[in-house]
């Protein structure tokens, strides 16, 4: 791995690395004028056409890193990219986050993700997207039907490596990557990355170069982090405390989605605005949860990982692991949600006695000793829903989201138009697993 390096004063700017003027236009039209670490690296790399393996902490500004150079190649030479993303959540914001961007080069683009009638899709493919934005499973049902054509796919980027390429979508990544071309250009980003995956990544791979701006597991610098422990029947009321203290805007993470449910009752049965976000909502509730606490509505938005890897709000002042998470990286990406672009954050978790063994893996990860602080004296207890029992891990958790799309042309045409599309309840046909 390369090491990361402190930019030069010419360098804190994306010109000097290769971009189109126009490209350079639009990134001063919207504010973008300083990149971030990852970007300054990644960018000049990516757009020579090279492979690569970029690992960054959450919230630096991955998407750009791999979406300016893959939008400024498919402008020039016509060509259609892939990205492969694990959750619908993210899907949607990868596709917004480009449509800024691709509306002003008139390329188009469609999200497929599960959840979204599959006819407005497939409406959308036959006007030839120049980007296609997906989760797995979705894709594969569209290739199963033949609704899709991957081999004028030029570049693929797999976004979370680290979460695609587990045990369990690896089946569904591998079959995707047997429909496209051999030559091609593949990009794949995350801020986790194992030794393991890696060596599975490279298989698939010419000769990538690897950036590391910083190493596996790091978190956000500017993230002050503490432990409680406590009993399972304190939390609720640890939680009424910590929310006194901090009177921010705040994202709460439960292991599962009936917990997500139970805390938020509780917190809007002692007077918070609350909101929640997880697999058994539907698009309409989800998306009204997500603006709601952007724009203040909601004071604090519960969630399950669901929400870890696919939100981006700015302004997020404390995130609470309310539950530990089953996976060390997932507690990176949690607490990633706050922090972001250089911010100042607050994360906060509840562990019982008998997680000590999970607090020493987190700090394994992340290479640094977590601060365990004494239990402040906790409020009495509320006439508060029964939430002593949030663990429903034994059901079967399948996440669901939204689609949306990039804003732009057919390929082809000059015209301007969008691709944006809506859910319904058509099931998955494929097996694996279903994002």
Do not use: C
Not at 389 to 395: A, G, H
């Amino acid at each position: 791995m390369t090491t990361p390096s402190t930019p030069s004063p010419q360098e804190a700017s994306f010109r000097g690395m290769g971009l189109a003027p126009k490209l350079l236009e639009i990134l001063d039209s919207l504010n973008l004028t300083v990149p971030t670490p990852i970007q300054r690296r990644a960018i000049p790399q990516a757009i020579l056409g090279q492979d690569l393996i970029g690992v960054a902490q959450t919230g630096t500004g991955k998407t750009l890193a791999f979406g300016i150079p893959l939008l400024q190649r498919i402008a020039a030479s016509q060509g259609e990219a892939l990205i492969l993303v694990p959750t619908r959540e993210l899907a949607i914001q990868v596709a917004e986050t480009l449509g800024k961007l691709g509306q002003t080069l008139k390329l188009s683009g469609v999200v497929l993700i599960g959840g979204a009638p599959m006819g407005k899709q497939i409406a959308q493919l036959r006007r030839k997207p120049h980007v296609i934005v997906a989760t797995p499973g979705r894709l594969l049902d569209h290739m199963q039907e033949r609704n899709v054509r991957l081999d004028g796919t030029s570049i693929l980027v797999i976004d979370e490596a680290d979460r695609m390429l587990d045990m369990g979508f690896w089946p569904q990544i591998r079959q995707i990557i047997e429909a496209v071309p051999k030559e091609r250009q593949t990009l794949l980003f995350s801020a986790t990355l194992s030794k393991e995956i890696m060596e599975l990544a490279t298989k698939h791979m010419k000769t990538p170069t690897s950036i590391e701006v910083a190493p596996p597991g790091t978190t956000v610098e500017r993230v002050t982090q503490e432990f409680f422990i406590v009993r399972k029947d304190e939390k609720m009321r640890l939680l009424e405390s910590v929310l006194k203290q901090y009177l921010g805007s705040t994202i709460v993470f439960t292991r599962t989605k009936h917990g997500a449910k139970r805390i938020t009752q509780a917190l809007r049965a002692i007077g918070h605005a609350a909101a929640e976000i997880h697999a058994n909502r539907s698009l309409v509730q989800r998306k009204e949860a997500m603006e709601g606490f952007r724009n203040g509505r909601y004071r604090v938005l519960v969630a399950t990982d669901i929400a870890a890897r696919g939100i981006d709000v700015k302004g997020v002042e404390l995130v609470v692991n309310y539950d530990i998470p089953a996976q060390g990286e997932d507690y990176v990406h949690r607490i990633g949600r706050t922090a972001r672009a250089g911010t100042e954050g607050r994360a906060i978790s509840f562990a019982m006695p008998e997680e000590q063994r999970s607090i020493r893996n987190i700090e394994r990860l992340i290479r640094r000793p977590l601060r365990i602080s004494p239990t402040p004296k906790l409020p009495p207890s509320t006439n508060m829903p029964n939430i002593i029992d949030t663990d429903d891990s034994r059901r079967a958790y399948r996440p669901q989201g939204r689609s949306g799309g990039f804003h732009g042309a057919r390929r082809g045409s000059s015209r301007s138009g969008s691709s944006t599309g809506s859910f319904g309840n058509r099931r998955p046909q494929t097996r694996g697993p279903r994002r």
